[in-house]
């Protein structure tokens, strides 16, 4: 009998069952035209807040001000129901929302997984075109997915650190990467 892998086994199995804690990271992206996009995200689980920025704008969220988006001239609130939504690369942090757990809309099949120190290492397929193959890495350590890479994109965390909810907020933690 075959164990079908969501987020949800993972986090049982493989005992990253305790809360995450606020992280911090560069987030690296390889676009669809080749070039790397550099940023910086954090991320407090406990608090629901988030905050993602890259070369262009800042995109954030946090429970009293709601979703945000903002560049070097004004702050934006977003309008209209953005419940749940977040950046693609910021998803990285929240694994349970990428497209590969098996649910009806996902586009992606774990066909392969396999345990390497922390890191859990899967093999993923696409659902439309089977010749098609990706990648995910999870850091059993940081709880988040340090690399997603398919045929078109690459999204990869580095620099991944706790950030003191405590001692710095999450506005300021993101200007000391």
């Not at 009998?1 to 969501?6: S, V």
């Not at 129901?81 to 990428?98: D, I, S, Y």
Request: net charge negative; glycine share 4%; charged share 20%.
């Amino acid at each position: 009998m075959t164990t079908k892998l969501t987020w949800d086994y993972v986090v049982q199995t493989v005992g990253m069952d305790s809360p995450t804690p606020a992280l911090s990271a560069t987030v690296e992206t390889l676009d669809k035209f080749g070039q790397w996009v550099i940023g910086s995200a954090a991320v407090n689980y406990e608090t629901d807040e988030w905050r993602f920025q890259d070369e262009t704008c800042t995109w954030s969220h946090s429970p009293q001000a709601g979703w945000t988006l903002s560049n070097e001239v004004v702050t934006i609130p977003a309008s209209g129901n953005r419940e749940g939504w977040k950046p693609e690369a910021l998803k990285l942090f929240f694994p349970a929302e990428l497209p590969i757990w098996g649910r009806e809309l996902d586009e992606w099949l774990i066909a392969n997984a396999a345990a390497d120190g922390d890191d859990l290492h899967l093999t993923l397929l696409y659902l439309p075109d089977p010749d098609l193959m990706a990648s995910a890495t999870i850091s059993r350590r940081w709880r988040v997915v340090t690399a997603f890479i398919t045929p078109w994109q690459e999204w990869i965390l580095t620099d991944i650190m706790p950030v003191s909810a405590a001692s710095t907020p999450l506005q300021e933690a993101l200007f000391e990467l």
